[in-house]
């Protein structure tokens, strides 16, 4: 059988998916095809939506602004999704759309394939910069890799005490992040701070040797952030593994056969590091 998958999102055009996904056909000898769907504006979304049904493709990718637009449309939500509240992945099974969101639990996949130490200690100090989409599903990937030991901080902290609520982690300031910083072993950046510009949502300057830096942001890949944590003597981790993970993830939910991302983290650089 020949399988039929999509992105929808707006704007895709540049997207890597079709890239990564057409490589995973390639690596399982699968048949199909992971072409873009973009869907302009919410106004067009139910119809949008509706050629998908009629087309019966086996499963898609939501990306932004649709993770939560597309949620009334499932039949039904794993648990990991309906936590976050977002969903980044659907596939059909029998006559149902379910939803999953595959982003969190596959940063934290790509943190621990890059980091042994990370695997092996589920008791690491972790430090969540943002509590936006990506701080909540990373939150809960970790939660479910069986993380117990994490503290979010952000310029409005309800948002952590939303995210964490139900759960035993800390809540700081971002000036209490930035004094404490050595008291943690692995730190992430969740926000959109340093997209295309040179901004940093904390100062490093107290950073301690040998902690593990990741920033999610990979436009550029090279972010300032992780230029000083380099320069502090951080090991650091960039952004785009996410959208690799989380597309290993999502085919393996689809075709429910393991699929190996080996090479593709520096395909991937120099793709991105091509359109810069
Ligand atoms: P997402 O797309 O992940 O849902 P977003 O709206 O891009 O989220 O924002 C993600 C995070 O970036 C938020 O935690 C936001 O902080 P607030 O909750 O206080 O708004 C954070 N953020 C954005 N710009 C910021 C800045 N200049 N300084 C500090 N934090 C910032």
């Given at each position: 059988m020949r399988l039929t998958f999509k992105l929808i999102g707006y704007p895709i055009k540049h997207s890597l998916s079709p890239w990564i996904h057409q490589t995973f056909f390639e690596r399982t000898g699968l048949e199909g095809s992971y072409t873009l769907h973009e869907i302009p504006g919410e106004a067009v979304f139910e119809e949008e939506i509706k050629k998908l049904r009629d087309a019966e493709v086996n499963g898609f990718n939501i990306t932004a602004p649709y993770k939560q637009t597309?949620?009334?449309?499932?039949?039904r939500m794993d648990v990991t999704a309906e936590r976050v509240g977002a969903v980044n992945t659907v596939s059909l099974e029998g006559n149902e759309w379910v939803g999953y969101n595959t982003d969190g639990i596959g940063y934290v996949q790509a943190l621990r394939d890059k980091f042994s130490d990370m695997d092996r200690n589920k008791d690491v100090s972790i430090l969540l910069l943002g509590a936006g989409g990506a701080a909540r599903g990373i939150f809960h990937g970790l939660i479910q890799a069986g993380y117990t030991n994490l503290t979010l901080a952000n310029r409005t902290t309800s948002k952590c005490e939303d995210i964490i609520l139900g759960y035993q982690s800390s809540v700081i300031t971002l000036a209490e992040a930035e004094e404490n910083l050595a008291a943690y072993d692995v730190i992430i950046q969740t926000s959109s701070v340093g997209m295309n510009e040179?901004?940093?949502?904390?100062?490093?300057?107290?950073l301690r040797k040998d902690t593990i830096v990741s920033d999610i942001v990979y436009q550029p890949l090279d972010t300032q952030f992780l230029k000083q944590a380099n320069e502090k003597g951080g090991r650091t981790h960039y952004g785009h593994t996410m959208l690799l993970y989380q597309a290993q993830k999502a085919f393996e939910i689809w075709t429910n056969q393991p699929v190996d991302v080996y090479g593709m983290d520096e395909e991937m650089i120099a793709k991105i590091k091509g359109d810069q």
């Amino acid at each position: 059988m020949r399988l039929t998958f999509k992105l929808i999102g707006y704007p895709i055009k540049h997207s890597l998916s079709p890239w990564i996904h057409q490589t995973f056909f390639e690596r399982t000898g699968l048949e199909g095809s992971y072409t873009l769907h973009e869907i302009p504006g919410e106004a067009v979304f139910e119809e949008e939506i509706k050629k998908l049904r009629d087309a019966e493709v086996n499963g898609f990718n939501i990306t932004a602004p649709y993770k939560q637009t597309i949620i009334p449309y499932l039949d039904r939500m794993d648990v990991t999704a309906e936590r976050v509240g977002a969903v980044n992945t659907v596939s059909l099974e029998g006559n149902e759309w379910v939803g999953y969101n595959t982003d969190g639990i596959g940063y934290v996949q790509a943190l621990r394939d890059k980091f042994s130490d990370m695997d092996r200690n589920k008791d690491v100090s972790i430090l969540l910069l943002g509590a936006g989409g990506a701080a909540r599903g990373i939150f809960h990937g970790l939660i479910q890799a069986g993380y117990t030991n994490l503290t979010l901080a952000n310029r409005t902290t309800s948002k952590c005490e939303d995210i964490i609520l139900g759960y035993q982690s800390s809540v700081i300031t971002l000036a209490e992040a930035e004094e404490n910083l050595a008291a943690y072993d692995v730190i992430i950046q969740t926000s959109s701070v340093g997209m295309n510009e040179a901004k940093q949502i904390i100062d490093l300057k107290n950073l301690r040797k040998d902690t593990i830096v990741s920033d999610i942001v990979y436009q550029p890949l090279d972010t300032q952030f992780l230029k000083q944590a380099n320069e502090k003597g951080g090991r650091t981790h960039y952004g785009h593994t996410m959208l690799l993970y989380q597309a290993q993830k999502a085919f393996e939910i689809w075709t429910n056969q393991p699929v190996d991302v080996y090479g593709m983290d520096e395909e991937m650089i120099a793709k991105i590091k091509g359109d810069q």
